[in-house]
């Protein structure tokens, strides 16, 4: 049972380039969610999904974008890098229902902006 | 908007002691609360949770009593091991529709053997 599925591991990016951060969750779960976690932070969210087709933002969304086109995958983009951009990037799912549900979380992809 | 205050870090602990790491809230409605735990290089696991006040959660040892009258919901360990090295998170889940996740900024706690 793979759970959520993050790739990258690790990135670095130079300012201006774009890329791509994929997530994947196997448990057939409709919410979906990026959070980037900055040192000494905790985890501020990017954007969030409640089902496929369906996207909204979080508390920092500039520079990032995403699309849920399955409810399997919810990939993140980040269209012109910058090096506040450098941060530990995290892909969360839980199911629908109750608040009381508890979010699955990827291993994370590090990135760095140079 | 929904907030939550975390005890500051680092903690560093012989092993066997005793552990809080304390944790307040602020929100509206009735909210969820939860404590994650990162273990270097990995993600967040949950650690326990509690949905409702004077619930209380557990796992692994580890215990938070959920205290609407004082708004807060404190990690507890009685008897810490080496292996508990870690960073927890204090978090709640709002009533909205999207289940957010508030999260507080984490302490990091150090076991000595």
């Known amino acids: 049972n793979a759970g959520v599925t993050q790739t990258p591991k690790f990135r670095i990016l130079k300012i201006g380039q774009s890329m791509t951060l994929q997530c994947a969750q196997d448990?057939?779960?409709?919410?979906m969610y990026w959070y980037r976690q900055d040192p000494g932070m905790g985890l501020k969210l990017i954007y969030y999904?409640?089902?496929?087709?369906?996207?909204d933002k979080g508390e920092v969304p500039n520079g990032y974008n995403v699309s849920r086109s399955t409810t399997e995958d919810f990939p993140l983009r980040l269209e012109l890098a910058a090096p506040s951009q450098t941060s530990v990037y995290f892909c969360a799912s839980s199911t629908q229902g109750d608040s009381n549900q508890p979010q699955h979380f990827g291993d994370g992809t590090r990135l760095s902006i140079l | 908007g929904d907030s939550v205050t975390q005890m500051e870090g680092p903690v560093t602990l012989s092993e066997e002691a005793f552990l809080t790491i304390n944790c307040t809230y602020t929100a509206t409605g009735y909210p969820s609360l939860f404590w994650y735990v990162q273990y270097p290089g990995e993600g967040l696991q949950l650690l326990l949770k509690?949905?409702?006040?004077?619930d209380k959660g557990s796992n692994k040892g580890f215990e938070a009593t959920y205290r609407k009258e004082t708004t807060s919901f404190h990690l507890e360990k009685g008897s810490v091991q080496v292996s508990d090295s870690a960073v927890y998170f204090c978090a709640l889940s709002s009533s909205g529709s999207a289940r957010q996740l508030t999260f507080g900024s984490g302490t990091q706690l150090t076991v000595l053997p």
């Open positions: 448990m057939n779960h409709n919410y």
């Open positions: 509690a949905t409702k006040a004077d």
């Open positions: 999904s409640v089902g496929a087709g369906i996207t």
